[in-house]
């Protein structure tokens, strides 16, 4: 037997291990989490975010994004974050996926626990302020997010559909809303997915801090607001995203590193640039990842990369000189 054929099933299986330490040390307080709400039911109660008590215990608004109450509900979130994870932190870099992560946690549950609150005083009723509300499904909407934002055109695999990662985040939201018509359970979790969405993008299309080309945000037409819906409701929806945009981000738009004028309006040719370069970002580290899977089979195989002669070395020095 060859040793190609020997080592295929090792580099096969080695997309199932290639996950990063961040997302696996995440994982496992996911699951430590869930262990604990399920031996010590009344947990929770100091976890979860329950409206009424979030004033004494502040915390819940950090903890409550971390904590599974039931088992599929654990599972989808730990594959979920070793998925994302494992596509988004080669291009953002484990520092900037684990802040990603913690503001749109805490900024999701504090969307929550307002839009309860808010709902009580409409309705009167206490359920609102009682009930414990948990789960990571706002971090995994907001990972879907970051991965529309970098990999707009890779396409994934869902059953016999294949789909542009572009719209994912707008049919989880989509499919969250249908269902909890139907499903009175899943109107718990509809506001973290959908906060989700919202305060993720809204982080990265203009606070988020992108060294490597010297901008803050994407202000780029292909990640604007309207781009999550189908073209025919941008008309409406551009105009209403502007008066928002004005009001809450006019003053900390810059002409320099950010792609905007002064007054809040987009330089010709700067959404372009900035889309060119995200895709050309998210190519090179597919790539890159490719090329750290195949190493191994190649090193196995004998198989080293040819070095140049000496006297084309001599010629580069020459010419370097």
């Known amino acids: ?19 990063t330490k961040l997302c696996k040390g995440l994982a496992i307080i996911l699951f430590l989490a869930h262990i604990l709400v399920r031996l010590f039911p009344s947990a929770a109660g100091y976890l979860a975010l329950i409206p009424a008590r979030t ?10 994004g971390y904590v599974e109450q039931t088992i599929p509900g654990v599972i989808v979130s ?21 802040k990603f992560i913690f503001i749109v946690n805490l900024s ?17 009723e206490e359920s609102y302020l009682y009930t414990p509300l948990s789960g990571f499904y706002g971090v995994l909407s907001g990972l ?17 559909l294949k789909i542009s990662a572009k719209w994912i985040p707008s049919m989880v ?10 499903l009175k359970e899943s109107m718990a979790y509809l506001p973290t997915i959908l906060f989700g969405i919202y305060v993720s993008w809204t982080y990265l299309r203009y606070f988020q801090k992108r060294l490597e080309v010297g901008l803050r ?4 037409d292909e990640f604007s607001f309207s781009s999550f819906f189908p073209g025919f409701f941008r008309p409406i929806l551009d105009p209403i995203a502007s008066i928002f ?33 995200r895709r050309e970002r998210g190519q090179r580290a597919l790539e890159q990842r490719l090329a750290e899977k195949l190493a191994p089979v190649r090193s196995a195989e004998g198989k080293t990369p040819p070095s140049p002669p000496t006297q084309q070395l001599e010629d580069d020095a020459s010419d370097k000189v």
């Open 144 to 160: 879907l997010v970051g991965i529309k934002q970098m990999l707009p055109d890779q396409e994934l695999n869902l059953f016999v």
């Open 245 to 277: 945009h004005k009001l809450f981000c006019g003053r900390s738009a810059r002409s320099e590193g950010t792609g905007q004028a002064l007054d809040g309006s987009q330089l010709p040719g700067s959404g372009s640039i900035e889309a060119n370069r």
């Open 108 to 124: 999701t549950s504090v969307c929550v626990f307002v839009t309860a609150i808010v709902l009580y005083y409409i309705t009167q």
């Open 173 to 182: 939201a989509f499919v969250s809303v249908v269902v909890s018509f139907f």
């Open 1 to 19: 037997m060859s040793a190609s054929a020997t080592l295929t099933p090792a580099a096969a299986g080695k997309s199932f291990t290639g996950f």
């Open 78 to 98: 730990i594959v979920g974050l070793l998925l994302f994870g494992k596509v988004l932190e080669p291009l953002w870099g484990a520092k900037e996926l684990l």
């Open 217 to 220: 945000g994407d202000p780029s």
């Open 55 to 64: 004033i004494p215990f502040a915390w819940n608004l950090v903890t409550a």
